[in-house]
């Protein structure tokens, strides 16, 4: 199976199917709930779009040039950018606009129930901080050398600081649309590392035994591989979903007046200083 092949049967016909059902929806005048309607739907997956590009290239082509993956010359174009075929990098594209679509999807098909009560900022603070005791975990991992748990150690040090950013911002939003949140990872993890699986059992690309744990899911599937889609999927949810929300936007809103705020009250006092 050659790279783009994997992205046109696994990626593209589903981005196509959800982009007719959106389409559909349009048409019948079903769209998204009042409580997860704010910027324009395109604005929300292009911006994804670019975020995951810029930040997932320099780590993707870490791991190439470290040899913790590897491709097989042969199923791919032969185009490269620093060490990672252009496949790889419409694969960045493509995998925020599927989850997205999904996501999106049930949106428009999910009543939004009404607010749970939960103390927010308490949420905020202990899922960051559970989150950041994993990053440390993982920074362990990669400084005390155990070849073995590079790739999962490389892995969690890039996503999880995006992810502590999200659940600061909005862990209590996340909540109260959990249901969507879960319902849009699951689905999407399982059916990235299951395609995942067959690339991998065609040759179309390579897990170094040497840099992963070797605990193998159905018989070939990388343990790290199926982290690697929960990951991605979970950064891609959580954006959107905070991206879409109504109270996001406000909360953001009342967050730069504060931040305004507080530049304006120091320019007086480094004037003074300066006088």
């Keep these: 199976m050659t790279y783009f092949g994997f992205l046109g049967v696994f990626l593209v016909i589903p981005i196509l199917l959800l982009w007719g059902l959106a389409l559909y929806d349009a048409r019948r005048g079903r769209t998204l709930p009042p409580a ?8 929300i997956i292009l911006t ?3 975020i995951a590009v810029v930040y997932t290239t320099p780590w993707d082509n870490y791991l190439v040039a470290t040899r913790v993956w590897w ?7 032969g185009l490269i950018i ?5 496949e790889e990098y419409t694969f960045f594209v493509l995998q925020p606009i599927l989850t997205g679509s999904w996501l999106l999807l049930l949106a428009r098909h999910s009543p939004v129930k009404a607010a749970s009560i939960v103390n927010g900022v308490r949420l905020r603070r202990i899922s960051t901080v559970l989150a950041g005791v994993i990053w440390l975990a993982a920074l362990a991992i990669l400084l005390a050398g155990w070849q ?7 892995l969690l040090v890039w996503a999880l600081p995006p992810v502590m950013l999200q659940l600061a911002f909005g862990a209590d939003i996340l909540w109260r649309h959990r249901r969507l949140v879960l319902l849009s990872i699951v689905p999407m993890t399982l ?7 067959l690339a991998i059992t065609s040759g179309t690309w390579t897990i170094n035994p040497e840099q992963s744990v070797n605990i193998l899911l159905l018989g070939r599937l990388p343990l790290e591989e199926l982290i690697f889609f929960l990951m991605t999927n979970t950064l891609i949810v959580l954006g959107v979903t905070l991206f879409t929300a109504a109270e996001s936007k406000s909360r953001a809103q009342r967050t730069i007046k504060a931040i305004r705020r507080l530049f304006a ?5 480094v004037a003074r200083q300066d006088g």
């Design 265 to 269: 009250r120091s320019e007086p006092t």
């Design 148 to 154: 073995s748990g590079t790739y999962l150690g490389l």
């Design 36 to 43: 997860l309607k704010t910027w324009p739907t395109w604005v």
């Design 71 to 77: 491709y097989n010359p042969e199923l791919v174009t």
């Design 48 to 50: 994804h779009v670019l």
């Design 82 to 86: 620093g060490y990672v075929p252009i």
């Design 191 to 197: 059916y990235l590392a299951a395609a995942d699986k």
